[in-house]
């Protein structure tokens, strides 16, 4: 292997800031946990009903945690999908983190919650004003080109000098991915359109129909956008650069989208667990059935991400680089 004549500091912090992030994402969980226990137990007005948001944002660090831990781990073994995933990850957690932030602020300084869930808001709140630039900073050191050169030096200088006739197979993939993405988003969004009426947060009719609105309007917004991806990716076959930008661009929004109306779809089938008898009663589904339908179509929503996510990787790869540039 040749010397890499590229300094390895911007891939470095940019590791570095994404994994301390994820990390603090752990910080940020124990805070809304802590939260959540202290106002299902408390004596504020619905405590059950107030104590949703803390444990959904659990929810949201604990997995945002593993999400970044799984998109970092091809590092590793040294392989660049590790960069890539990681790098659109830490982005894409940006607004999820923002967000608790601001519910953190909103029990720090207001009186909607018990008194005693101020101290770990307050530690919350804290972590996330640490974290957003951390992530920020993570995902563009390990975009950027500074940050890519030294690791592709290394994949590139281990295999042979010159590119072998053809498209090379990360391109391949990367158009497979996305295919396999459009049909998982497609699934898993007409799944929630159809399920959340029927949830117990569809007990009410207009709330209902506004939740059928919201999972028809991410249809829109995943599935589409996914589709011109798509489009990009195959362009980049024929050695067309733009593609590749094309498919990036409309990569973005999806994977943000993906993950809201997989946290909608776990909180209507979660609420069933705590809703009134009122609201089980009116319910089509038993909260069991919903619980277990919501975790599904989150399964398969998250899976389109995945598939999005390695497309993305298999874009950027090296290798496949190299023929974009060369084409």
């Given at each position: 292997m040749h010397p890499s004549p590229f300094s390895p500091w911007p891939f470095l912090i940019g590791v570095a800031a994404v994994v301390t992030g994820g990390l603090g994402l752990l910080l940020t969980a124990t805070a809304a946990a802590l939260v959540c226990v202290i106002t299902w137990t408390g004596h504020t007005t619905d405590p059950h009903g107030r104590a949703m948001m803390p444990a959904l944002l659990t929810v949201v660090s604990l997995l945002g945690f593993a999400a970044l831990l799984v998109a970092v781990a091809p590092l590793a073994r040294g392989l660049d999908r590790g960069r890539s995933a990681g790098a659109w990850m830490a982005g894409v957690l940006v607004p999820w983190v923002l967000f608790t932030g601001f519910f953190f602020a909103v029990v720090s300084f207001f009186d909607e919650f018990d008194e005693a869930a101020r101290k770990p808001a307050l530690l919350g709140f804290g972590s996330a004003v640490v974290l957003a630039p951390l992530l920020v900073t993570g995902a563009v050191l390990l975009g950027i080109r500074p940050g890519r050169r030294w690791l592709a030096h290394r994949i590139l200088s281990a295999g042979p000098a010159e590119a072998g006739p053809g498209v090379p197979e990360p391109l391949l993939r990367a158009r497979r991915r996305y295919s396999t993405a459009v049909l998982l988003s497609v699934i898993g969004t007409a799944g929630s359109i159809g399920f959340l009426p029927l949830s117990a947060l569809g007990d009410d009719p207009l709330l209902g129909?506004?939740?059928?609105?919201?999972?028809?309007?991410?249809?829109?917004?995943?599935?589409?956008?996914?589709?011109?991806?798509?489009a990009g990716a195959t362009r980049a076959l024929a050695g067309r650069a733009r593609g590749a930008t094309v498919a990036r661009f409309f990569s973005a929004g999806p994977l943000f989208f993906l993950q809201l109306v997989a946290l909608l779809v776990v909180l209507a089938g979660g609420v069933g667990l705590v809703a009134s008898e009122a609201q089980v009663a009116a319910a089509v589904l038993p909260p069991v059935p919903q619980l277990a339908i919501g975790i599904a179509l989150a399964a398969v929503l998250v899976a389109a991400e995945v598939f999005l996510l390695a497309g993305l990787a298999a874009l950027s790869d090296p290798h496949s680089d190299r023929h974009l540039a060369f084409s």
């Open positions: 129909a506004t939740l059928a609105i919201t999972a028809g309007a991410a249809l829109l917004l995943i599935v589409g956008p996914l589709i011109l991806a798509r």
